[in-house]
């Protein structure tokens, strides 16, 4: 079936047209003055000519329908803006690298710190006199200090990363999502009051039967 498509109407917002259709037609029998819904024309006949009178029921409603079309273009362009930001935040190889070293370097200096407190302390109580003991245990406080430092910077990062990655930062900028979505409503609602309904009113009265007859000529 060929549909005329208004010269405003975008090719992604027809099926949103028909949509609407769809639901005036559906709930037809609840609406008094669509009585003849399904009596006179059938809801085939009456979407398939809505559906070819495009063009004159959605100019009734161009004004909402264009301020929709604004609102989403605006949302997509600010979205699309954010889009090369988020991108550069990401994390590139040089970063990847400083975060494995971040990581690794607690875990090996706790580690060197366990062996030579550990080594330093048996041969500290072996041979006293034994500067090597000492020299051990000296080497395996420093690198404890390191592990303690390591993770302080691991933490650090930790907490710059959430705070980078916030729901607040992500959402920001842009026209909010209600405001597209009240843009739509406005829309589809002039779209029914001021353009489905009063068409199909108009066919049903067009197709209605007269409400007399002239009698037969009197001799």
């Not at 259709?21 to 008094?32: G, K």
């Not at 070293?101 to 200096?109: E, G, I, Q, S």
């Not at 990655?165 to 979505?181: F, I, R, T």
Request: one cysteine or more; proline letters at 8%.
């Amino acid at each position: 079936m060929h549909m005329n498509v208004a010269p405003h109407l975008l090719t992604e917002d027809r099926a949103e047209y028909e949509r609407v259709l769809d639901d005036a037609l559906s709930t037809a029998h609840a609406r008094p003055d669509l009585a003849g819904v399904g009596t006179r024309l059938t809801v085939a006949q009456l979407r398939a000519m809505t559906l070819n009178a495009t063009t004159l029921v959605t100019s009734a409603a161009a004004e909402e329908y264009d301020h929709f079309v604004k609102v989403r273009e605006q949302n997509r362009a600010a979205l699309g803006t954010r889009a090369p930001a988020a991108a550069a935040e990401r994390p590139g190889p040089g970063a990847g690298v400083v975060a494995i070293f971040t990581v690794m370097v607690p875990v090996l200096a706790g580690a060197a710190a366990v062996i030579f407190l550990l080594v330093g302390a048996v041969i500290h109580a072996l041979a006293p006199t034994v500067v090597f003991g000492a020299t051990l245990l000296t080497a395996g406080l420093v690198f404890g200090a390191l592990a303690a430092a390591g993770l302080l910077c691991a933490a650090a990062g930790l907490l710059v990363t959430a705070l980078r990655n916030s729901p607040v930062q992500v959402s920001a900028g842009g026209p909010p999502d209600d405001e597209l979505s009240l843009a739509r409503d406005a829309w589809r609602h002039a779209l029914l009051e001021r353009g489905i309904l009063p068409f199909l009113r108009d066919v049903l009265a067009a197709t209605a039967p007269p409400t007399g007859s002239p009698g037969p000529p009197h001799p």
